[in-house]
């Protein structure tokens, strides 16, 4: 079955860098677009990003725009964000999705890892 | 890119039914039928329960059903179980190929 496992996550302070990943299995990784979707603690559901199936087309909420970058390595089956110039206000869990049912839904969710922004 | 709007809470007595409304605009909601809803429960992942404003996934109970009119989709879920109370969040496509959330909505079995 689907299967997704997020890594990466940790403290970091403010204006430094962290890379997460995504390691997927159950399904055929290089046919879907996968999406990155955050949760501040105690907070709502905020959509982060989303790689095309190939990584030909990336899209990025506006709070994150130019800080983050999503990527993907198909033949490791693993998504990735890089996330550079974190700020306080980035502290959230992170979870990667994968929409299986249609293209924009989030069918399948990771358990996420927990990224903590201190100033 | 301002979230949509959901009430803040909904609350029913079991056997019941509850709608939640997920308000938009012409670019996001209104213009496309690509909504989705997902339930969370406390420190869990979210589920989604509909996708594509109205369909269901294999294995979700068809107590919960979706629809949409204008800018505002809607969340029904029938026959209110305990086991539903949970935190429920629409999404939406947008003309950016972005996706917005709604604010979540918290719903008590009383």
């Known amino acids: 079955q689907v299967h997704l496992v997020e890594s990466g996550g940790g403290v970091v302070q403010a204006g430094r860098s962290l890379r997460l990943s995504c390691a997927a299995s159950?399904?055929?990784?290089?046919?879907?677009?996968m999406h990155w979707v955050r949760q501040a603690p105690g907070k709502g559901l905020e959509w982060v990003a989303v790689?095309?199936?190939?990584?030909?087309?990336?899209y990025y909420a506006d709070s994150v725009k130019g800080r983050f970058t999503i990527s993907r390595d198909n033949s490791k089956n693993t998504l990735y964000l890089q996330m550079d110039s974190l700020r306080v206000d980035d502290t959230a869990v992170y979870s990667c999705?994968?929409?299986?049912?249609?293209?924009?839904?989030?069918?399948?969710w990771g358990q996420g890892t927990l990224v903590t922004v201190s100033s | 890119q301002a979230a949509l709007t959901q009430p803040a809470s909904v609350s029913g007595s079991p056997g019941q039914s509850i709608t939640i409304s997920c308000t938009g605009t012409?670019?996001?909601?209104?213009?496309?039928?690509?909504v989705s809803w997902c339930q969370q429960h406390p420190d869990k992942a979210p589920k989604v329960i509909i996708f594509d404003v109205s369909s269901r996934p294999s294995g979700v109970s068809n107590r919960f059903s979706g629809s949409k009119s204008g800018n505002t989709a809607s969340l029904t879920i029938s026959g209110l179980q305990a086991e539903d109370e949970a935190d429920y969040y629409c999404?939406?496509?947008?003309?950016?190929?972005?996706?917005?959330f709604g604010g979540g909505t918290k719903l008590t079995v009383l």
């Open positions: 012409s670019s996001d909601v209104g213009g496309y039928n690509y």
């Open positions: 999404s939406s496509y947008t003309s950016s190929n972005t996706v917005l």
């Open positions: 999705a994968i929409p299986l049912n249609s293209a924009w839904s989030f069918d399948y």
């Open positions: 159950g399904f055929s990784f290089s046919s879907y677009g």
């Open positions: 790689i095309w199936y190939d990584g030909s087309k990336k």
